[in-house]
């Protein structure tokens, strides 16, 4: 009978504790959705659809009306604008005006030993790694190919894994794929990996984003395409490396990929998204890459950036074009044997989620 009241007395604390936190939790959640505040009510619906698993809460203190206002009011416009490939000009370091240049690269950025610098920022609502990359030449895209079939027969890797595994010296997460149950071993879209077309399935709304074999980024939509049209782009445009994200309006605005295309950046509206973890990657007019990766999701207390957020970042360092690559819990990235960023997840925050694709950064060859 001691043993009983005991168990009683326990369960009767760990319901009480529950039925606490969720009163609060939702007597906080409807403060904030009937507040005051617009600003809160629309980053806080606004966030929440970008999540995998508690979209569902919009709908709780929302009508679909009041949700599509909302979302209509922090979004961004379609731009199909391409890519101009002149209006990146690498290298020139042999003539006087290439030698300055080179001289005010090393000054504005700092780059170690590996042709690199890492710098953080912090903004807002976010905290934020950027790894400037000299040499555009040296971002390939890692991969587990070849492929699982889609009985998740096989898992993904971590980052940590795709930057050993292609001996490399840095990394971040890039591209869509199938992240049920943090299973990671499929990609969505496109695949191209040293010029070889390792996953072609095109759907609505999907923009290739990569290297050329120029080392030029490159961002194009591929909706309207079939997998036969894809591939005969890929070799005409000579696409060396790249992966692919979704680009649609369906009231995800978490779907975004296009940020800035030949120096116009995207026409947006409030925040133009959520605040959530974020990786993007951009150029700059003289082939420098930047790589950005964003914390959220109430990591050191950030909710994340929001699609305003990278624009201000990717103009700020000069980007000519960017593109959002992902975000949530896939979000991080790796560089020189360490993770500067990882995953938001509790179960993954030393970690990353297991990934099938990811932007690489080749050691030097005099390494």
Known sequence: MKVK??????????????????????????????????????????????????????????????????TNRNAMSQTMEEVNTDLIVIGGDEDE??????????????????????IELTGRAYMAKLMVVKDPSRLKVA??????????????????????????????????????GNWGGRPKGLTVCEGQLQYNDPKKGDVMVGFNEDNILVIKDLSGMNAKQ???????ERIRDAVSFKDEENGDSNHFTKLIINGNPRQISGNG?????????GQRADGVVLLLVTDGRGASGHLGATAADLLNI??????VNAANLDGGSSSA?????????????????????????GFVVEKREEQ
């Open 5 to 70: 009241k005991v168990l009683l007395r326990t369960l009767l604390v760990i319901v009480t504790f529950l039925a606490v936190t969720f009163a609060g939790a939702n007597y906080t959640l409807y403060s904030i959705c009937r507040g005051p505040s617009e600003t809160a009510r629309d980053l806080f619906v606004s966030t929440i659809l970008e999540t995998g698993a508690l979209q569902f809460l919009a709908s709780w203190y929302f009508s679909e009306e009041e949700i599509l206002a909302i």
């Open 97 to 118: 005006n290439g030698a300055e240049h080179a001289e005010a690269l090393e000054e504005e950025f700092d780059f170690d030993e590996n042709g690199i610098a890492i």
């Open 143 to 180: 991969t587990i190919y070849p492929w699982s079939d889609m009985n998740h027969s096989k898992n993904g890797v971590t980052l940590e894994e795709l930057v050993k595994k292609s001996d490399a010296i840095a990394g971040i997460n890039g591209g869509e794929y199938y992240s049920e």
């Open 230 to 236: 894809v591939e005969a782009m890929v070799e005409e």
């Open 273 to 281: 998204s959520g605040a959530n973890p974020r990786t993007a990657i």
């Open 314 to 319: 990717m103009q700020e360092y000069g980007a």
């Open 333 to 357: 990235m790796y560089y020189n044997g360490n993770y500067e960023m990882t995953s938001v997840t509790l179960y993954y925050s030393t970690s990353s989620w297991r990934l099938p694709t």
